[in-house]
């Protein structure tokens, strides 16, 4: 089945530096890929659309200068969480959609900025 | 934008018995899936059931578009089934989830 490859799993970093998550779709091509975050004991929420070849779309009170978002090819996209800070700390997971089949996730990426 | 609602928000179960989780939402959408989101955090994709029943295994989901919500029966639960049951609905070219319904399943 598709499968969506995330890296790295987890990542600590000091405040102030910068982090980069990717988010590859091994066996099928993805226009559009989505990426999440999500707080301890919440819901998943929706940060931005990544769309191959084009700018992201970012969701209402996502900081776009602070998160980075590069779709550069079809089976890849890249988030970078700039000058990190302890409030970014959560979970990021990225998606990829494919049609018909709905949408296929990554295992997600555990950041903690200390 | 569109809301979803799950209930309930937590269950405990023993071992071997049935559930039924409900996701309710405002709008028409597109398409809906039920995940489970194991301890680590690994969202795994159950079903994508934007109308009809599909059954796999103990699991199964009906969702009745025209009424705006969709159901997910487990059966014979196991331990392993625990963890945070999510539905997501798409509409207008995004994924919306739900606030999860938290299954403990004890032994």
């Known amino acids: 089945g598709a499968v969506v490859s995330q890296h790295p799993s987890w990542v600590i970093c000091k405040s102030g530096t910068s982090v980069k998550i990717e988010c590859r779709s091994l066996d099928f091509q993805a226009t559009t890929m989505f990426w999440y975050r999500q707080f301890p004991k919440q819901s998943l929420m929706l940060m931005a659309t990544?769309?191959?070849?084009?700018?992201?779309?970012?969701e209402q009170g996502v900081e776009k200068d602070k998160f980075l978002i590069n779709h550069a090819s079809l089976t890849l996209s890249t988030l970078t969480v700039t000058s990190a800070h302890p409030e970014d700390s959560s979970f990021y997971i990225c998606s990829a959609a494919r049609g018909n089949y709905g949408y296929t996730f990554g295992s997600g990426t555990r950041l903690t900025v200390v | 934008g569109i809301q979803v609602e799950q209930s309930p928000p937590d269950l405990i179960l023993q071992e071997g018995a049935n559930s039924t989780l409900r996701c309710n939402f405002s709008?028409?959408?597109?398409?809906l899936q039920w995940f489970h989101q194991n301890p680590w955090g690994q969202l795994i994709n159950l079903f994508y059931?934007?109308?009809g029943t599909k059954q796999n295994g103990r699991l199964s989901a009906t969702t009745v578009a025209t009424e705006r919500y969709s159901l997910l029966y487990i059966s014979s639960s196991q331990t392993t089934d625990s963890g945070v049951y999510f539905c997501?609905?798409?509409?207008?070219?995004?994924?919306?989830f739900g606030d999860g319904t938290t299954l403990t399943v004890k032994p």
């Open positions: 059931i934007p109308s």
């Open positions: 990544s769309n191959e070849g084009s700018k992201a779309t970012y």
């Open positions: 709008d028409s959408v597109n398409n």
């Open positions: 997501a609905v798409e509409s207008a070219g995004k994924s919306t």
